[in-house]
């Protein structure tokens, strides 16, 4: 959906819309990271206790934490980070950032565009469901406060996962909210509707108020310079701007409740590289632009969630280009007040030869990926029977307060 298609439908919503869109200040917002082309999670939390990992990664393994430069981060006894995802190492210890290991589809094919689909509708492989899951969990939704700006992508494209909802809107800055009208028309137009429905508008009466009340809230934090709080600094990359937009949403109290944002490049068949290279730049990208979020919103992280999932991991072994071809299971990040942090959960199928899954390769999926997210909505008192049906949930332990 192109910009000024995105805007359009953006301003039907809010002109036409009958739904009582009510702000609901203080509301929960879930986060959702996709990391589009498989990412290697094995090397992200690397399992530096099992020698198996050194012996089929010869030269992209991440090094034992001390052992030499560059060295993985110490997690446990067990797993350590990628160095450079440093600065999420505060949240973990903080117990605020916590993961998931062995999770993944039912998918045998090894496609991007089937993995990526079958996860974003929220299904088991060949068994098709209507909408995208987070399409579904609005609509459980749709008799709540829903806002035209309740669910947010953040880019040009609205993701499958959304596909069904009763409110979707595209940007990829704050600013592009606002009606196309001349700067100096603005007050008048919103004093003049503002009178209009104080008056006895009938159905319109209500949402047509609430409208009003959105625009002014946009408009009052669009005229304002932002500036992130304790001392958050985003970078220029894409990914970390749009973080920014989402954090700028957030405060600005418009009803936000799910916002999707991608980190594309993650297909590291080629040189994919250790604790440098490709794999090692995007997971600077992500570490910063996490970690400035979090800080940014520290004063709302209780009632923020912020997940990074991807379609598939890498196999075990690397390549004889020195990278890592399509995989199965991978780790599942969340992060946030409500999340059990500091902690890896789920369990760990191991590197043996024997274990490796067929069609493709890879670590043994241990947890459905539809089994995380019900965990997360759970906590939100969705019905996850209605989103994931025929899912028989089992707790992770990821979520505290389950």
Avoid at 53 to 77: E, F, Q
Avoid at 210 to 221: A, D, G, M, N
Wanted: with cysteine; proline share 6%.
């Amino acid at each position: 959906m192109g910009e000024e298609q995105s805007r359009r439908a953006f301003l039907n919503k809010l002109v036409l819309g009958a739904e009582n869109v009510v702000l609901n200040p203080g509301g929960q917002t879930l986060v959702c990271v996709f990391l589009r082309g498989g990412a290697d999670t094995l090397n992200m939390v690397a399992p530096y206790a099992d020698p198996n990992y050194y012996k089929v990664r010869p030269t992209i393994a991440i090094p034992a934490p001390g052992k030499k430069p560059n060295s993985g981060l110490k997690l446990d006894d067990f797993y350590a980070f990628h160095p450079k995802l440093a600065p999420l190492l505060p949240i973990f210890h903080g117990g605020e950032l916590g993961i998931v290991q062995g999770v993944g589809t039912d998918n045998p094919t090894g496609s991007h565009f089937d993995a990526q689909d079958q996860m974003e509708h929220g299904c088991a492989y060949g068994t098709p469901v209507n909408g995208g899951w987070l399409g579904r969990y609005l609509r459980t939704r749709i008799n709540e406060q829903l806002t035209p700006l309740s669910a947010v992508a953040i880019g040009e494209v609205i993701p499958e996962s959304f596909r069904g909802s009763p409110v979707t809107t595209a940007i990829r800055r704050i600013e592009e909210i606002h009606m196309d009208l001349p700067p100096a028309d603005n007050d008048a137009v919103c004093s003049a509707l503002s009178r209009m429905y104080s008056a006895d508008a009938g159905i319109l009466k209500e949402p047509g108020s609430s409208t009003i009340q959105l625009l002014k809230r946009v408009e009052k934090f669009k005229s304002k310079t932002y500036i992130p709080e304790k001392g958050a600094v985003y970078g220029d990359e894409r990914f970390a701007q749009g973080l920014k937009e989402i954090a700028r949403l957030i405060k600005a109290e418009v009803g936000l409740e799910v916002a999707c944002l991608d980190l594309d490049g993650w297909d590291t068949h080629f040189f994919q590289g250790g604790a440098d290279g490709i794999h090692a730049a995007l997971n600077d990208q992500l570490a910063k632009g996490l970690a400035a979020f979090y800080k940014d919103l520290h004063a709302y992280n209780h009632r923020v969630t912020t997940i990074a999932i991807t379609e598939f991991g890498r196999r075990i072994y690397e390549n004889g280009s020195l990278g890592t071809d399509h995989g199965r299971a991978f780790a599942f990040f969340a992060m946030g007040a409500g999340v059990r942090g500091g902690k890896i959960h789920g369990h760990y199928p191991g590197l043996q030869d024997d274990q490796y899954e067929l069609g493709p390769g890879g670590m043994q999926i241990t947890t459905d990926y539809r089994s995380v997210l019900a965990e997360i909505l759970a906590w939100r008192k969705a019905p996850v029977e209605l989103i994931f049906p025929g899912v028989q949930v089992k707790h992770s332990g990821l979520i505290a307060s389950i």
